[in-house]
């Protein structure tokens, strides 16, 4: 007899520490135990099943079994599946950073395994960039209120989420904030283009008072996904890539969540002015999507000028960093055929078609008495919830997953971050499900 879904999460209860989690509340809230998946689906061991509302924590893309994917994953198996980087090179890794290359105007590709090893690498390659420069005091570092880097300690010292961060303060570098972009924080009249230009003033002044003691700031580019997708308007990207320039402080766009079509666009940064051509960070890190939602893959791209300031005869001015499993083959062949499907596809037009094939739907789920903010980019549909009371989004969880949704809202944030395959149909079964839940008065 196959074990339940009761046995494998009593199971997973006492042998597995779960993530972001209070163990203590599985006491009464049920672990969800997925046998399989299939393309936006997932599906527990009695047979039920989950649209995946959050693509498994922003990550999945073209489904779960992907076909293509797995296609191109067993011959790479077949051929090799890792070899040390260091002193070695293989073919997935040498095409991979060809083409991300080619795609962010950037280069010299450096890989890590998770989205925060790839916050790790763009920091100290920062400081150290300055540091062989002759500018030891350029050690701080600037991030936007709310916003989300990952977790590590480097990584956590420019993440603006207390609940994360809080009790490890006495472990993090103080680093510098400033006002978010974000437009919901905008006055009553105010656009988010004009709301944006007054929060790149406070980088502005803050720049001006302490440059000389900055290396970077760090940017999620268009929205700020664990601040509840928190969109904001492209000119601050411009004005914080001039005063970058100005100031000479180096800009990191975080595109781990955002890379890889979630915006609309491959890169989020494209929205700023188009990376290949004008507008371009001296950092762009990748992550989450990079592999379909396959296997940990991170990467940070920088410019020639910061490759050059590393080359040199002293072996400490290179760059001594590295994890194991850096440039993974598997991974690499992962993300190549991930890419491959967006060309051959048309995959950016399709989410366009797509989205605006739901607008209306959605608009009448915005229209909702008790939602405001209602708001669409690329492929995420985001909502506050006025009324709601604290506890809300874990009531909402297992309200939608008895429905077939799985969404986990950020506190009064409900989002739909679906996979590309995600049909029309689907979307829209998931606006349905959202409007029942608030006309029931769930809160
Ligand atoms: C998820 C995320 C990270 C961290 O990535 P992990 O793989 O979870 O370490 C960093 N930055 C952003 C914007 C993210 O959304």
Same mark, same amino acid.
């Given at each position: 007899?196959?074990? @339940?879904?009761?046995?494998?999460l009593e199971r997973s209860r006492h042998a597995v520490w779960h993530p972001c989690t209070q163990m203590k509340r599985h006491e009464t809230l049920p672990i969800v135990p997925i046998a399989r998946g299939e393309g936006a689906w997932l599906v527990d061991f009695e047979g039920r099943r989950y649209l995946d509302g959050v693509s498994s924590w922003w990550v999945n893309l073209f489904g779960h079994a992907n076909p293509r994917i797995n296609a191109a994953l067993l011959d790479q198996m077949n051929t090799l599946e890792h070899v040390i980087l260091a002193g070695f090179t293989q073919r997935p890794v040498v095409e991979l950073s060809e083409k991300l290359g080619a795609l962010t105007g950037l280069g010299h590709a450096f890989y890590g395994s998770d989205g925060a090893s790839a916050t790790e690498i763009a920091l100290k390659m920062s400081y150290h960039y300055w540091r062989n420069l002759g500018r030891e005091r350029k050690t701080g570092?600037?991030? /936007?209120?709310? @916003?989300?880097?990952?977790?590590?300690?480097?990584?956590?010292?420019?993440?603006?989420?207390?609940?994360?961060?809080?009790?490890?303060?006495? /472990?993090?570098?103080?680093?510098?904030?400033?006002?978010?972009?974000?437009?919901?924080? !905008?006055?009553?009249? $105010?656009?988010? $283009?004009?709301? +944006? /230009?007054? !929060? !790149?003033? $406070?980088?502005?002044?803050?720049?001006?008072?302490? +440059?000389? #003691?900055?290396?970077? /700031?760090?940017? #999620?580019?268009?929205?700020?996904?664990?601040?509840?997708?928190?969109?904001?308007?492209p000119a601050y990207l411009r004005r914080a890539r001039e005063l970058c320039d100005r100031y000479q402080v180096h800009l990191i766009a975080d595109e781990i969540a955002m890379g890889f079509g979630r915006t609309g666009t491959l890169f989020a940064c494209e929205q700023a002015g188009g990376l290949r051509e004008g507008w371009k960070p001296d950092f762009i890190c990748l992550s989450k999507g990079i592999t379909g939602g396959y296997l940990p893959l991170? !990467?940070?791209?920088?410019?020639?000028?910061?490759?050059?300031?590393?080359?040199d005869d002293e072996v400490g001015r290179g760059f001594l960093h590295s994890h194991s499993y850096t440039g993974n083959a598997l991974a690499c062949r992962a993300a190549l055929e991930v890419l491959a499907i967006f060309e051959d596809d048309g995959v950016l037009a399709a989410n366009r078609a797509k989205a605006a094939a739901v607008a209306a739907d959605f608009a009448r789920l915005a229209a909702h008495p008790r939602v #405001?903010?209602?708001?669409?980019? *690329?492929?995420?549909?985001?909502? $506050?919830?006025?009324?709601?009371?604290?506890?809300?989004? *874990?009531?909402?969880?297992?309200?939608a997953l008895a429905r077939g949704l799985l969404v986990r809202p950020v506190s009064n944030t409900v989002y739909l971050m679906p996979p590309y395959v995600v049909s029309i149909g689907e979307l829209q079964q998931a606006f349905d499900v959202l409007h029942r839940l608030l006309d029931e008065g769930l809160a």
């Open positions: 007899m196959n074990p @339940s879904n009761q046995d494998w570092f600037v991030s /936007l209120e709310n @916003s989300y880097h990952g977790e590590t300690l480097g990584a956590l010292s420019v993440t603006d989420v207390p609940l994360f961060s809080a009790t490890y303060a006495p /472990l993090l570098r103080q680093t510098q904030r400033v006002k978010s972009p974000d437009w919901r924080l !905008a006055e009553p009249g $105010e656009s988010a $283009e004009a709301y +944006a /230009l007054r !929060a !790149a003033a $406070e980088l502005e002044a803050l720049f001006e008072a302490r +440059a000389d #003691e900055l290396a970077a /700031l760090i940017v #999620e580019p268009l929205c700020q996904g664990a601040a509840g997708m928190a969109m904001y308007h991170s !990467a940070v791209l920088t410019t020639d000028a910061v490759y050059a300031a590393f080359y #405001e903010h209602a708001r669409q980019l *690329g492929m995420i549909w985001a909502f $506050e919830v006025k009324d709601a009371q604290p506890g809300f989004s *874990g009531r909402v969880f297992e309200a």
